[in-house]
């Protein structure tokens, strides 16, 4: 066991880690060369690329041998709640995260524990997603962004700590969860926290030191561009957290972030547009300066997250090439986004699941304009469509830039009452102000048929090629590969599939211990490939089902229980 003091004067933080005999290969060095074009066979980082495709270049899985995929191993965790976290390969060495963070380092072809971190959370910590989405590499250690709000860098062969930072109090209403994008000799980060009253913000540490090197918040103090879209203090406890990793062009030294909904959940509460949330804000890596920003909606009142990072895909317009910016929302709508060296601009938008709160776009900025009855306030209650869990939540859609498509895991069919109540600000209570005892999920007139979806777009056209659907709620990130094949979970039945890219024609599936909400990714080892995906039911999936169960759209039970599958052709 190890003592691992903080900042003085505040709890000191437990940490175990459990080291089994050294793995036989050598460990090879994570560089910002590689990270920028990492080798087909290893998976660097949350989505394998910075440009966040969720794309595996290897093909000996293709469309046409992947029903003979088995499974080679499976890992089992020991713990219970959401299992999201992708799993990370640098030459064998497999890392993953879960729940109450644990890190674990696994041989990736044999499956064997190579060891094991476990950090002690402070006990009055409270988090309401308990989950972790995974690590970042760098030199030779491995880092996670922790529950209680630190940074841990540990050595990637031992599991040792090499340096651990805190980024802000957890007393106040601060978590993280998302797994540090790594770019430039940085570690950046973001906060959950935004049902807590926090006021949300990216930090960046050197990632040999931990030193921090800059902090950007989400919303701007007075005075700052942007602070008059804030009515009095509202900014102090606005929320506007970031809790999926960001994306990162290399070229243009920036990187680009999601950022969540303002708190409390009711916008009568925070009159304004309330920049930045509900956005993507472009920050350059060297200073942390925000160089651009796209509000997808203002002044929110759904709790649309806009969390997820854009997908960096260059597409066609009306013959033109655009560096583009894409992004399945929460709001239910696909925005294709042009990123320039001045900021961000729209291109267009269209919705993907049923949307009934935007009556129309403003053709040049892309600014919605409201149904008003559609907007849920104090005291006043609305019905809208998607729900607050949204037409797409974090789970992160994939590009093939073999069929020039998009993969979208969509919710359809799912609308929502929500009315909120008067709430008064205390630090490290919830800040949400909604009437949890008359809110409710609302089904749709063609719930009947399906909720879940998985849809493909063509970005060139911005026409929907194919989808398949469920009669479950889908919360399965998506990957796709070479071989024209994409793999996907989410769905109550447990399955985890797979479909063929250019068809949607369902090619294999296999039942696993539990609900698949991992991230799945793909690797090769010694010659031969492997899929790897985490299956863990828990956190908004397992919300989600409670809340259909109440309205008469009940599922099968699904038992919680973390387990590493690893597939690969018998």
């Known amino acids: 066991m190890k003592l691992l003091l903080g900042v003085p004067g505040l709890l000191a933080v437990f940490a175990y880690t459990f080291a089994l005999p050294t793995f036989a290969a050598e460990y090879l060095p994570v560089t910002d060369a590689r990270l920028t074009s990492p080798e087909p066979e290893n998976w660097l980082m949350y989505r394998g690329t910075y ?241 651009g920003h796209h509000q997808y909606h203002w002044n929110d009142s759904w709790d649309w997250d806009e969390v997820s990072a854009p997908l960096l895909i260059d597409f066609k317009r009306d013959g033109r090439a655009v560096s583009g910016l894409v992004h399945p929302a929460r709001n239910g709508y696909l925005w294709f986004l042009e990123r320039t060296p001045s900021g961000i601009g729209f291109v267009d938008a269209r919705p993907f699941v049923k949307q009934d709160v935007f009556t129309a776009l403003d053709p040049i900025s892309g600014r ?46 799912v609308c929502a009452y929500m009315i909120g109540e008067e709430i008064d600000y205390r630090a490290g209570r919830e800040f949400m102000g909604t009437d949890w005892q008359q809110s409710k999920l609302v089904l749709g007139a063609d719930a009947g048929d399906y909720i879940g979806e998985l849809q493909a777009w063509n970005v060139d056209t911005g026409v929907k090629v194919w989808s398949q659907t469920f009669d479950s709620q889908n919360w399965g990130p998506v990957l796709v590969t070479a071989g024209d094949v994409v793999f996907m979970g989410g769905t109550n039945d447990r399955y985890f599939r797979a479909f063929h890219a250019r068809t949607g024609r369902l090619l294999w599936q296999q039942r696993t211990n539990s609900g698949v909400t991992g991230v799945p990714t793909s690797f090769e080892v010694n010659g031969k490939q492997y899929v790897a995906v985490l299956s863990g039911w828990g956190v908004d999936a397992e919300r989600e089902q409670v809340s259909l169960a109440e309205i008469g759209r009940s599922g099968p039970a699904v038992p919680q229980g973390g387990v590493l599958w690893v597939f690969g052709l018998d």
Request: with cysteine.
């Open 51 to 291: 440009d966040s495709h969720g794309y595996s270049p290897l093909k000996q899985i293709n469309s046409r041998n992947v029903k003979r995929l088995k499974a080679l191993w499976t890992f089992s965790t020991g713990l219970r709640e959401g299992h999201q976290a992708p799993p990370i390969v640098n030459g064998g060495f497999m890392f993953i995260t879960t729940p109450h963070n644990h890190v674990l380092a696994l041989d990736a072809a044999s499956g064997d524990l190579l060891w094991r971190y476990v950090r002690e959370l402070p006990e009055d910590q409270v988090q309401m997603h308990p989950t972790n989405r995974g690590v970042g590499l760098y030199g030779n250690l491995v880092f996670m962004a922790t529950a209680d709000c630190y940074v841990v860098a540990l050595d990637a062969t031992t599991g040792e700590v090499v340096w651990e930072t805190q980024i802000e109090d957890y007393a106040a209403g601060y978590y993280m969860t998302l797994a540090p994008l790594v770019a430039e000799g940085k570690v950046m980060v973001g906060v959950s926290g935004g049902e807590f009253g926090i006021r949300g913000f990216v930090a960046a540490l050197d990632a040999t030191t931990g030193e921090p090197a800059w902090k950007t918040y989400t919303i701007p103090a007075p005075g700052e561009p942007g602070s008059e879209s804030w009515s009095g203090d509202s900014w102090k406890t606005g929320g506007v957290p970031v809790w999926i990793t960001g994306s990162f062009d290399a070229d243009s030294g920036l990187s680009y972030w999601g950022t969540g909904n303002g708190g409390p959940w009711m916008g009568d509460t925070r009159q304004g547009d309330n920049l930045y949330a509900t956005s993507v804000i472009a920050l350059d890596v060297a200073t942390g300066a925000i160089k």
């Open 368 to 413: 919605p304009t409201y149904d008003e009855s559609k907007k849920p306030g104090t005291g006043k209650g609305a019905t809208f469509c998607p729900s607050h869990w949204g037409g797409k939540d974090w789970p992160p859609a994939a590009f093939s830039s073999r069929t020039r498509m998009l993969y979208i895991p969509a919710n359809d069919n």
